[in-house]
């Protein structure tokens, strides 16, 4: 996947696509248009109800940022929120700080150029 995918990802798809990237397997499993669950064993198909609000949620977003080798936090001109990975090539602006913490990890993760 690339930056262009990964920046106009909706919040779910991004969601799902952390936990893949987190070594989840399978396909989400929804309810109420909700991810709820993913199988998180590849041998025996364990499904996990604790998948993480990585989206929606500040708490869930910053255990992103604790695996980060470093990152600096600021505010665009404009007020958008900017997060720049010491890995000298991830620099995401964003509207909303927690889709910026998600993008960010999930571009650094798969090295989206």
Request: aromatic share 12%; glycine share 8%.
């Amino acid at each position: 996947m690339n930056r262009n995918e990964i920046m106009t990802m909706p919040a779910d798809e991004l969601r799902l696509a952390i936990a893949k990237a987190h070594g989840w397997y399978g396909f989400g499993f929804y309810k109420s248009g909700v991810l709820s669950g993913l199988r998180n064993d590849p041998e025996y198909g364990v499904l996990s109800n604790a998948v993480p609000e990585w989206t929606t949620s500040i708490a869930d977003a910053w255990v992103l940022l604790n695996e980060f080798p470093g990152f600096t936090m600021s505010k665009t001109p404009d007020g958008r929120a900017l997060l720049s990975v010491f890995d000298g090539i991830t620099h995401i602006a964003d509207t909303d700080l927690i889709l910026a913490i998600c993008r960010a990890w999930l571009m650094w993760k798969t090295e989206a150029e």
